[in-house]
Every structure is written in C-alpha cells, then in structure tokens.
C-alpha cells in the first residue's frame, strides 16, 4: 500500500495512556452507535458524557486524542481534520467528567463509512 504525505496515523500520546475513559450514565443514547457503518446523526440528540475508569483522577488532564472504543478527539484537534472535508466522519460533542470538573470541548469522531474516508486517488493497493 502507497500513501501520499496527507494520510496520518492517529496515536495515544504517553500522558493519555495513563488513564482509561468510558462512556457514562447521562450520555446520549444514540451515542451507542458509535461503531456503526451508517451516519447516526438523526439518532444523537445530545452529548456524550466520559468518565474516568482507571488512572489518577487526581493528576487527569484531557489531551488532544484519546484512544476509546471509539476516537475521542480535542476541539483543537477537529479543527485541524475540518479542511480536509472527510466523507463519512462525523463529530459529536462529548464532555469528559471528573468529579465536578467538566471538559466539553471534545468530541466523539464517528468514521461510518471508512470507504468513503479513503479518497482513492491518494492511495494504491
């Protein structure tokens, strides 16, 4: 397989290793569908809600990518994906929950359609 210099690999840095992150009570239902291969967008009213299920809870800081069942992902972070209009990504709003501290500015990255997120004329299996 060829790659041109657009394609990137998405990768846990060491200080979002220490920690694991799992949907919790209060997010949106249709949030469950994250593994989908279709567009979920009709089923998700609301956000998503995060929480801590094993690290320091003390010393948690939210970074820019986080690897979950499915990618959670910085607003800084979208914003860099935004120019590249990827077919078949959608974001949703997720806020990470500590105790009572709230991080909203991150979101879950739905690839529904990994097909169309490929552009065939940038790759060559």
Not at 3 to 30: A, F, K, R, V
Not at 93 to 100: A, L, M, R, S, W
Request: charged share 25%.
């Amino acid at each position: 397989m060829k790659y041109d210099s657009e394609y990137y690999t998405l990768e846990e840095s060491g200080d979002s290793t220490s920690y694991m992150l799992n949907q919790i009570e209060g997010s949106d239902d249709g949030l469950e569908r994250l593994m989908s291969l279709f567009p979920i967008h009709r089923k998700v009213l609301g956000p998503g809600r995060v929480g801590i299920s094993e690290g320091n809870r003390a010393k948690f800081q939210p970074c820019d990518y986080h690897e979950t069942a499915e990618q959670l992902v910085s607003e800084k972070f979208r914003q860099v994906l935004a120019p590249f209009n990827l077919p078949g990504v959608d974001f949703y709003q997720t806020n990470i929950v500590n105790g009572d501290k709230i991080w909203s500015e991150h979101y879950y990255m739905h690839i529904w359609n990994h097909h169309q997120a490929i552009h065939k004329k940038r790759s060559e299996i």
